[in-house]
């Protein structure tokens, strides 16, 4: 008994950790700028010299059919079909920043 929850826990570990991995490494394996984390409404930046993380986001939001329509501080609102989505800077977090890690 006590080896299969050690095999679950090992297993759930595993995934958590393949969760939270995944959006970092698609960053840096593919030409993505912007990725979602999964189950969650953080967004993961990689930013080039002279880019803006604001202007990242429009981009990437713009990509799923979102619109800007308002930028207010560390708010940016986006509207699709009705449907308003706020993000805020505290969601952001810059993973790469001029191509070096910054965690």
């Given at each position: 008994?006590?080896m299969i929850?050690?095999k ?8 958590l950790l393949f969760i ?21 409404e953080l967004?993961f ?39 308003k989505k706020n993000?805020l ?15």
């Open positions: 008994m006590k929850g050690i679950f826990l090992s297993i759930l570990a595993l995934l939270f991995i995944f959006p970092i490494t698609k960053l840096y394996f593919t030409d993505v700028k912007v990725t979602k984390a999964i189950f969650s967004y930046i990689e930013r080039g010299p002279n880019e803006s993380t604001k202007d990242l986001i429009r981009d990437y939001m713009e990509g799923e059919g979102w619109k800007e329509i308002d930028r207010l501080g560390g708010l940016q609102t986006f509207e699709k079909n009705g449907e993000v800077s505290s969601q952001i977090k810059i993973i790469f920043d001029e191509g070096k890690l910054k965690l």
